[in-house]
Structures are given as structure tokens and as C-alpha cells.
């Protein structure tokens, strides 16, 4: 089993910086690969940004690229969303999730393990 618990989140104004980080427990998560996706009141929860275990393969959604940087430090079980440059739009609940596959894919049902959720809120 693993679990996942994400933090940093909280209310900033446009602009403004935020990290996010999502520990892993359980099983080690170092060998898996690590998507942060988000879900805004009323829409689909959608990818946001994934990276694979040895952090060689990185991949960002178009709305995102530029602003954001996931990295992780896996002798801390940990992966960080450095979130730059926010936006009232990036507003959601922030989840972290987990697959075994090396692949990074934006669907969230090729992902196994979920955290929480933490809110992010972005005021103009």
C-alpha cells in the first residue's frame, strides 16, 4: 500500500509563488513515476505535471509550462510543484498521485495511488 500526503497549499494573490509537495509512505515511491494533476470547482480533474523516477523525463501541460517546475528528491520519498507566476485560472484542489509504469501519461486512471488534495487559491 502507499499513501500520499500533499502540503503547501494555501490562498495567494496573482503573481505570486507557492510550493507543493507530496510525500509518499508505505512503499517507497522512489522507483514510480509521480503526476500532480488539480480539479477546479465544476471541471474534470486534469494533468498538470509528471516525472519519472530518475527525474529524466519531465513533462508539463500547456497552461503550466513555463510557470511551473516539478522536481523530487527521492531519498526523501518527496516530489515538489515550484508553482511561479500564479494565476486566478490555476485555482483548484492539487492532487498527487502515483503509477508503477515508467511512462509519464495525463490520464488519471492510469495512475494507482492518490493523496488528498490540497487547495490552491489564487486571488486577482
Known amino acids: 500500500q502507499v499513501q500520499l500526503v500533499e502540503s503547501g497549499g494555501g490562498l495567494v494573490q496573482a503573481g505570486d509563488s507557492l510550493r507543493l509537495s507530496c510525500t509518499g509512505s508505505?512503499?517507497?515511491?522512489?522507483?514510480?513515476?509521480l503526476g500532480w494533476f488539480r480539479q477546479a470547482p465544476g471541471k474534470e480533474r486534469e494533468f498538470v505535471a509528471g516525472?519519472?523516477?530518475?527525474?529524466?523525463?519531465?513533462l508539463y501541460a500547456e497552461s503550466v509550462k513555463g510557470r511551473f517546475t516539478i522536481s523530487r528528491d527521492n531519498a526523501k520519498n518527496t516530489v515538489y510543484l515550484q508553482m511561479n507566476s500564479l494565476k486566478p485560472e490555476d485555482t483548484a484542489v492539487y492532487y498527487c498521485?502515483?503509477?508503477?509504469?515508467?511512462?509519464?501519461?495525463?490520464?488519471?486512471?492510469?495512475?494507482?495511488?492518490w493523496g488528498q488534495g490540497t487547495q490552491v487559491t489564487v486571488s486577482s
Open positions: 516525472i519519472t523516477s530518475s527525474g529524466g523525463n519531465i
Open positions: 508505505g512503499r517507497t515511491v522512489s522507483t514510480w513515476t
Open positions: 498521485a502515483v503509477r508503477r509504469y515508467v511512462a509519464v501519461l495525463t490520464t488519471p486512471s492510469e495512475y494507482a495511488y
